[in-house]
């Protein structure tokens, strides 16, 4: 084989290969981090319903899924066609970041070599992509965005920074760092902003009432969400809790819990656990609850705290510009797919958004567009041509 044809052919074959070989990877990482689980123990991948550990030979990224039909050897169950898109996803997106980012041109006569800076820029931009990818799904499943993707992140991207100054277009190791310092502080502030702006705009749903009402929790279709009453007021389960975080705060003055009546002065409900004043009751008990209320909060925010740590982890990568047009892009694609979910798909506006993919979307349209939308824009406001 030939050096051109092992530069221009063979290179960007495996850098595809590699990346699926991540998504295989990702795939672990997106099942297993939010549910508190290891993604070394167990080492080999296993399935999702029957927990088989998968042999080596039946684990090839694309391959196995395809060759299975989406089933799982041994119990027959569907495998969800996620794992082949995310293997695919980061496949393609490696190969673009190959192709867009290692140099072209490398004589073979004068220079039969493959140049290590281009490569560790590539490799810089790799782990940034996988990140998006990982954030993207595990956001879309779980409404969160785990510390170990935004602050480990955010910690790989300033050590790329001052490791690869032609990541933010410098010549100077400090100059670059500081420009990942500044477009970290630039997401963190911006995103920050946002979602305390809206907590002022979008407060907390608030129920207070002179006398105490009636309040019940139940779920009349065992097929259906649990339905929360408030006075008059009725909500789905889902409008309330979709994260974690998420949680009702009642001021009560009796509770009624699988038919036994007690005074009581605070109900929270967060998670999987009812408190009851001080003592702690698992949802999964509870066959029946209501009761009468002076006051109900249930929090409302405009984005959650991990979507502010997410586009710091993207400003460390790529700056402070990239910063504003991934959230500038992310505003309008969410905009958009939220009013086709609403109007095509007749879902209810109560439910929730992610918008870490929206906000990784736009980092990857910057990764590959950026240049291109920046002499547009500066064209357009009329500092671009010959001056």
Request: glycine fraction near 10%; hydrophobic fraction near 50%.
């Amino acid at each position: 084989m030939s050096f051109e044809t092992f530069y221009t052919v063979a290179l960007p074959i495996a850098a595809f290969l590699i990346g699926s070989c991540v998504g295989s990877f990702l795939n672990v990482v997106i099942y297993r981090v939010p549910l508190g689980l290891s993604v070394n123990e167990p080492k080999r991948s296993f399935c999702p319903n029957c927990k088989t550990q998968i042999p080596a030979w039946l684990n090839i990224p694309l391959v196995t899924w395809l060759m299975l039909r989406g089933k799982c050897k041994w119990c027959q169950v569907s495998i969800s066609p996620r794992y082949f898109v995310v293997e695919l996803l980061t496949g393609l997106l490696f190969l673009a970041a190959w192709k867009a980012f290692f140099p072209e041109g490398v004589d073979a006569n004068t220079d039969p070599i493959i140049p290590l800076q281009g490569l560790f820029l590539v490799l810089s931009y790799w782990v940034l992509l996988a990140l998006l990818v990982a954030a993207t799904f595990i956001d879309f499943d779980h409404f969160i965005i785990p510390d170990s993707i935004t602050i480990g992140g955010l910690a790989v991207g300033l050590m790329s920074s001052v490791a690869l100054p032609q990541l933010h277009g410098v010549e100077g190791h400090f100059e670059s760092l500081w420009m990942g310092i500044v477009g970290a502080a630039a997401g963190f502030g911006l995103l920050w902003s946002v979602v305390n702006l809206g907590k002022l705009a979008f407060g907390r749903l608030k129920f207070e009432f002179d006398e105490a009402t009636d309040w019940s929790i139940s779920q009349p279709d065992p097929e259906e969400n649990p339905v929360i009453r408030i006075g008059e007021e009725t909500m789905s389960w889902d409008e309330v809790f979709y994260r974690d975080s998420d949680r009702l705060v009642m001021e009560v003055t009796e509770v009624t819990i699988n038919g036994e009546t007690r005074d009581a002065k605070d109900v929270v409900i967060q998670g999987e656990t009812i408190k009851i004043d001080e003592e702690a009751f698992k949802l999964e008990k509870v066959k029946s609850l209501s009761g009468k209320c002076r006051r109900a909060t249930v929090p409302r925010e405009a984005m959650g705290f991990g979507d502010v740590k997410f586009i710091a982890m993207i400003g460390a990568f790529l700056g402070w510009v990239a910063v504003f047009f991934t959230v500038f892009a992310a505003s309008i694609i969410g905009a958009v797919v939220g009013l086709l979910q609403k109007f095509v798909a007749r879902e209810d506006w109560a439910r929730p958004l992610p918008f870490g993919p929206y906000l990784a979307l736009g980092a990857i349209l910057w990764i590959f567009m950026g240049d291109a939308f920046l002499a547009w824009y500066l064209g357009l406001v009329g500092f671009g041509g010959e001056g």
